[in-house]
């Protein structure tokens, strides 16, 4: 019988699966689709908010303030991106500027570093800001990451000290067994002694799997973006926010850690919360409302657009409990849940995990190799890396400058690429200007060549996603 | 630092063009850099007829006429690198390539051209809505996917865009057994060019839908619908006219883009217009020692024209290595009325009689015209030219001793003749 059994492999699992991996527990971590991180931790701002804005009392205060904090040493241990932009709230009327006093208040409160600066000031720093503006708030300590990077690097990491990560798993059916729970699903039986339900959009759904009577506490909101051309990046150096309103934190101008500038995300409710299709009047919206904090956008520079849906608990905060003995529900988990994941791992170690299995450090923990990025190498390091496997010298993607062998090692890695979005995801292909244009083809073969099977079966990006048809 | 005189960025149509003239005017140390594993470039893919007719008086497919050139160029021993990708260009002609074979080098030429072509323009540039599922590609993506490896893009397939790619794309799947349910064009016109739209749809009974554009695309693993609409004389979608078409594959035609960014990371001076560099008549740029042709100057419709671009870029090049920039007064040209660009955009006036070629397309469709030349002061030159269309480039000759008397910018016009 497995100790802990994780529903879920979004950013909130794996961040569960990374911390239990450090200490002597049996875990094995579920993801329903072919691939982790590819629902609601796949399309958001990939903030990590300094954690001003959540409202005092909250376990989202608590656990972004605390989140924000550890996240400099996670990225670090996984070797992953992590981009310390700050953030510029602007307000470009009296009445914002009084609301960005109750934001500075409560930045005080909670020791989080600020300043204020004059429009002058922040023309200065942010010449693309709009000339309305009258006085930015500036919270140094917000950063940027990129989310499926940290959470592919946490599941590596799992999968290298002993978790048992499975794929294409979604939990049918749940059992109460003596000592826990029986769970099934289509390919595969589990027992674990504890069960944590981090299923994302469908939390409530599968936390009915073990109480048939647990309500709907969730409803579902979709935000678009818009994403710019790499080659824009310093239009912006901070994450731009407009005051916030009660509708929320507003239509953001973001920078990533690849260098991408994004515009977005508006907020729509939505009933069908996998379908993620942008729409006309939201892309609209958000590149109408941009123009109160920005000017001089290059909308010509646009390359893609995408839409997120995130799970909006009826509590307005994270629901993390017991819900009967051993099924810890972690649901709910919307904005500031990025921020916050390294401490609602924490808060789930700490206040359920340790206090039944009291599990020791595991004595051979050990972090994962960085990916190689050639075109992060020095030059000499460059050279001797092609000598050694010409295959790091042979450029795929020439937007994004990645070369055949990034691409041969992201298939072959722990919890490796499984489909063309995978691969995306993991390497950048299909992220730059030609979109896949030039090197889709080239991806596709790759991965039929490496997972050894034909060009029409390699998927897109779920397991029925297949893309070509053998001619004749 | 290892030294040549002359690198050509790029082996396709406009790169071995360029190379064998250039050897040809007794340039010896030339340097093709090629990303793929074989020279031809886009020509590789398009298996169909129609190239060569004006250059070669023979109609080719692409491969064969390609190969034409290959063969000259490998006769000539003209030295290349395959597999090998630019990854750095400055502004002082030093090139840093990439490669299985050959590593990581930074060279340093002494004149350099450019000839990287152009790619498609994608679904986000023009912000189609919807699902982001599999089954909607460029057109000349799902070329490669058909005629490179083998494999049909999808069964039921709706094209954007009437350019020439989603024309012949529309006869290829359907000759390789897909079924086209359309093509549907956001201008009044079609783009394409006449022999084509004849061809390829009309031949094959596909309907082609003018003023009409693709409002979203819908799908859960693959595509499943497209909402097609119509559109006002603004461009416009009228929503009322919005209709659901079943389909699995989207295949988008909806333009190219010079492939600029190393020219831009270079400091090359674009034109807004083309999206290329800046030229004069001989195809420098404004750049000491750069010189720029084929589709990474500015979109070509027919590949004779690229490879006589090209020819004209290495021989300029060549004398550039030989004998330095050439002296003259410059003028500048510049699209007037129903012109949407003209290239060169610079002309040096020098002392030798050659006829000054110019390029350029015309924004509509016209029927009886004047094409006029002029500069602040007058008309210099009209010409009767008739059946212009935006996707027919289009020639024009000056001759040096009436533009001597040019000041300024000379302005090329195109008017309809009326009766």
Known sequence: ?472 | MRNFELIVIGGGSAGLAAAIEARKQGIEDILVLEKESELGGILNQCIHNGFGLHSLKKEYSGPAYAQVYIDEFNQLKIPVYLNTTVIELSADRQVTFMSPEWGVETIQAKAIILAMGCRERTRGAVSIPGNRCTGVWTAGTAQKYLNIEGYLVGKRIFILGSGDIGLIMARRLTLAGAEVVGVAELMPYSNGLTRNLVQCLYDYDIPLYLSTTITAIHGKERVERITLTQVDEARQPIPSTSREIEVDTVLLSIGLIPENTLSTQAGIELDQRTKGAVVDQHYATQNEGYFACGNVLHVHDLVDYVSQEGQAAGRSAADYIKSGNGEGRQLSTQAGENVSYVVPQKLILSATPELIQIKFRVRSVMKETEVILRDQQGILQKIAKSHLAPAEMEMMYLSPKLLQQAQGSIIVEVREKHE
Not at chain 1, 136 to 141: E, K, N, R
Not at chain 1, 295 to 315: D, E, H, S
Not at chain 1, 443 to 455: C, F, G, H, S
């Open chain 1, 1 to 472: 019988m497995k100790d802990i059994l994780i529903i879920g492999a979004g950013i909130v699992g794996s961040s569960i699966a990374y911390a239990c991996s450090k200490k002597e527990l049996d875990v094995v971590l579920l993801e329903k689709n072919i691939e982790a991180m590819d629902e609601v931790s796949s399309a958001n701002s990939g903030i990590v908010h300094a954690g001003y804005d959540p409202e005092e009392g909250t376990l989202k205060a608590k656990l972004n303030l605390r989140g924000s904090r550890l996240y400099p040493n996670l990225c670090r241990e996984l070797k992953v991106g992590y981009l310390n932009c700050g953030a510029f709230i602007v307000a470009t009327s009296e009445e914002e500027t009084e609301i960005l006093e109750t934001l500075r208040l409560k930045a005080v409160q909670r020791d989080i570093p600020y300043e204020i600066l004059t429009k002058e000031e922040a023309l200065q720093q942010e010449p693309n800001l709009t000339d309305q503006v009258l006085s930015v708030l500036s919270f140094p300590s917000t950063a940027v990451v990129t989310p499926w990077e940290v959470g592919h690097a946490m599941i590596e990491t799992a999968i290298l000290n002993q978790v048992e990560f499975i794929a294409d798993s979604e939990v049918l059916e749940v059992l109460k067994i003596e000592g826990g729970f029986r769970i099934i699903t289509a390919k595969n039986r589990f027992e674990a002694k504890m069960v944590i339900n981090a299923s994302g959009l469908c939390g409530d759904k599968v936390a009915r799997l073990n109480r048939i009577d647990y309500p709907n506490v969730l409803s579902y909101r979709r935000g678009e973006y818009d994403v710019f051309d790499r080659s824009f990046k310093g239009f912006i150096d901070h994450v731009i926010y407009p005051v916030p309103t009660v509708l929320g934190k507003g239509v953001l101008a973001l920078v990533t850690v690849e260098g991408n500038i994004m515009i977005g995300p508006n907020s729509e409710v939505t009933d069908t919360p996998y379908d993620t299709q942008t729409t006309a009047e939201g892309l609209a919206s958000v590149s109408q409302r941009i123009n109160k904090t920005m000017k001089n956008l290059p909308v010509g520079a646009i390359i893609r657009q995408f839409a997120g849906v995130r799970p909006v608990p009826i509590t307005k905060d994270f629901i993390i409990e017991e819900d009967t003995p051993n099924w810890i529900n972690v649901i709910g988990i919307e904005s500031p849940g990025l921020a916050s994941a390294p401490a609602i791992a924490e808060m789930v170690m700490n206040d359920f995990i340790q206090p039944k299995f009291q599990a020791n450090e595991r004595v051979d923990y050990h972090d994962r190799n960085a990916p190689i990025k050639i075109m992060e190498s020095d030059p000499l390091t460059r050279s001797a890396l092609i000598k050694e496997n010409p295959k790091y010298g042979k450029m795929v993607c020439l937007c994004e400058q990645v070369s055949e062998q990034e691409i041969v090692d992201c298939i072959h890695r722990p919890d490796g690429a499984r489909s063309v979005k995978g691969v995306k995801k993991r390497v950048r292909p299909g992220s730059g200007r030609c979109q896949g244009g030039f090197c889709e083809p080239e991806i596709v073969k790759i991965l039929a060549r490496e997972l050894k099977i034909d060009l029409s079966e390699v998927v897109y990006d779920t397991i029925n996603s297949t893309m070509l048809k053998r001619k004749g």
